[in-house]
């Protein structure tokens, strides 16, 4: 794959993020922003697609023909102390009054918190027979978004994890560069899960490239999958498959398979591109069926925070629409099962 690539600097340049080597800009959060890259055309898989006409065939369980990798972000798993008082007046504006009634108890009581719902999550995925992976912050406090102990919730994880869902590390804001807190984290989860944990995503998708691969590589981790743009919905390096990422630097290829992602919550209808539900869905399905296109994998990120009334019907109406396409939903630990 690499040789071929090699023949079109183009790509090639594309592929290994050549532009994000030695920056002199990044923004407030140490990322490099789409709106700073000369790759415009996003929404197309440049180089998936060359890889494909050049004789690229994934095959998924059951003859599907591409794979949704479904993923979670934990964190926060209870509201903040302003909460009940937005979210009472957001629900009286729009006549809600049963859900009204209810949001003061949210703070008190697991079963009237919005944010405690990680089996209803999985129950809705089960009935589209998809499955995906919760990413769990392992912060100590003082650490910036420290918002719950990870020992508290091990009965949770355990629900997860003994059910076929994934559980993956949620790195915190320094995790990205630096390894002994990667391995502090990693070992951290592994101990109260019980079991070894692979995959990754780094808080606030706080990523440098190559380094936070290479430091992943050392930690011990399979895959990472923080390898997607904040601002901005698409393909960050024109691959709409998982991938093997190459160090330029060093001439080598890392040894951690890169799941990237696509598409965030947040970024299509709150903090970014700010779409309406209309164009936002049009953007969504567009990116799903040209991935469909290519045989590729589409990551999506939606936070247990925004699995709530009108944004939880929209992460519904994505698992709706995949299952029809008869895509393979499920979590970043298979999708790395099976592309090794």
């Not at 989860?189 to 440098?208: A, P, Q, T, W």
């Not at 709409?240 to 890169?258: A, R, S, Y």
């Amino acid at each position: 794959m690499y040789k071929k690539l090699k023949e079109n600097q183009e790509l090639w340049d594309l592929y290994t993020r050549k532009e994000e080597y030695n920056l002199t800009f990044r923004d407030e959060y140490d990322r490099f922003p789409y709106y700073l890259s000369s790759h415009r055309n996003i929404f197309e898989p440049k180089v998936s697609k060359f890889l494909v006409e050049n004789g690229l065939k994934p095959e998924y369980p059951d003859g599907k023909k591409f794979a949704v990798c479904l993923t979670h972000d934990i964190d926060i798993v209870r509201p903040g102390r302003l909460y009940p008082i937005s979210e009472t007046i957001r629900a009286l504006r729009k006549g809600n009054l049963t859900h009204a009634v209810k949001i003061p108890f949210s703070r008190i009581s697991k079963k009237q918190n919005p944010f405690w719902n990680f089996k209803e999550i999985m129950e809705l995925e089960a009935k589209y027979n998809a499955k995906s992976s919760f990413y769990f912050l392992t912060l100590d406090p003082g650490e910036i978004d420290c918002r719950y102990m990870i020992e508290n919730i091990k009965d949770e994880l355990s629900t997860i994890s003994d059910n076929g869902w994934e559980v993956g590390l949620h790195g915190g804001h320094e995790s990205y560069n630096n390894l002994e807190d990667l391995k502090k984290k990693k070992q951290r989860l592994e101990k109260i899960l019980g079991k070894e944990v692979i995959g990754y995503r780094n808080h606030f998708l706080r990523f440098k490239v190559p380094d936070t691969w290479e430091l992943l590589s050392k930690a011990g981790f399979k895959y990472d999958s923080t390898f997607g743009y904040a601002d901005c919905a698409g393909f960050r390096n024109g691959m709409c498959h998982p991938f093997k990422p190459f160090n330029v630097n060093t001439g080598k290829q890392i040894d951690i398979l890169e799941i990237p992602l696509t598409i965030m919550d947040c970024t299509l209808l709150r903090d970014y591109m700010r779409l309406d539900f209309k164009k936002a869905w049009e953007l969504t399905k567009q990116l799903i069926d040209t991935v469909e296109q290519y045989n590729g994998v589409i990551t999506i990120l939606w936070h247990n925070t925004y699995m709530q009334e009108e944004n939880l019907e929209y992460y519904e109406k994505i698992l709706k629409y995949c299952s029809e396409k008869n895509a393979w939903m499920t979590s970043g630990e298979e999708i790395h099962r099976v592309w090794q």
